[in-house]
């Protein structure tokens, strides 16, 4: 078993995670309607295409560095889908999975199989990678004069983030 101050650093790890998945999931629901299908410019994937290519990335990712904890990977990465409620339990699911190899790998002090030398580095890739399409997303409502207000955008990522008091907004078991 792992001593108290690792479990809580664990627990911390997979508390980011979790966060992160609750603010991509709340930017896709804080969308305005139809902006699913706008693109920054032509020949560019679509905002849908952002969000379906994040949860082909955790997948792919977790088949490669933990695939004992892997699920089916899809066969488009950057799939076009309609429909938000599905895409959001697209990322639900790769959050869960993402979650699962890294608690798996750093309980058991073991390292991820191909790119990372590191769990934690597997972590901080994924929420490297998704940040930079979160902003890519936010700047593709801009551009196409469909912003998020920042009274929108601020309490459903820099307040989860930042959010002492409940320990994390979502927990994905």
């Given at each position: 078993?792992?001593?108290?101050?690792?479990?809580?650093?664990?627990?911390?790890?997979?508390?980011?995670?979790?966060?992160?998945?609750?603010?991509?999931?709340?930017?896709l629901r804080a969308l305005p309607d139809g902006a699913l299908e706008l693109r920054s410019m032509e020949g560019s994937?679509?905002?849908?295409?952002?969000?379906?290519?994040?949860?082909?990335?955790?997948?792919?990712?977790?088949?490669?560095?933990?695939?004992?904890?892997?699920?089916?990977?899809?066969?488009?990465?950057?799939?076009?889908?309609?429909?938000?409620?599905?895409?959001?339990?697209?990322?639900?699911?790769?959050?869960?999975?993402?979650?699962?190899?890294?608690?798996?790998?750093?309980?058991?002090?073991?390292?991820?199989?191909?790119?990372?030398?590191?769990?934690?580095?597997?972590?901080?890739?994924?929420?490297?990678?998704?940040?930079?399409?979160?902003?890519?997303?936010?700047?593709?409502?801009?551009?196409?004069?469909?912003?998020?207000?920042?009274?929108?955008?601020?309490?459903?990522?820099?307040?989860?983030?930042?959010?002492?008091?409940?320990?994390?907004?979502?927990?994905?078991?």
């Amino acid at each position: 078993m792992a001593e108290p101050t690792h479990e809580r650093l664990l627990e911390a790890l997979l508390d980011s995670w979790d966060r992160n998945n609750a603010i991509m999931v709340g930017l896709l629901r804080a969308l305005p309607d139809g902006a699913l299908e706008l693109r920054s410019m032509e020949g560019s994937a679509s905002i849908a295409q952002a969000f379906t290519h994040m949860h082909y990335i955790r997948l792919v990712h977790v088949f490669e560095d933990a695939p004992e904890l892997s699920r089916d990977v899809p066969e488009t990465e950057w799939a076009v889908e309609h429909d938000a409620d599905r895409i959001a339990g697209m990322l639900d699911e790769s959050a869960k999975v993402v979650r699962d190899a890294l608690k798996s790998r750093v309980g058991k002090g073991r390292e991820m199989d191909m790119h990372y030398d590191h769990p934690i580095l597997f972590l901080q890739h994924m929420l490297w990678h998704e940040a930079y399409h979160h902003g890519q997303i936010k700047l593709t409502l801009k551009l196409a004069g469909r912003p998020i207000s920042d009274d929108v955008a601020g309490p459903i990522s820099w307040g989860i983030w930042m959010d002492k008091t409940t320990g994390g907004t979502t927990a994905i078991h």
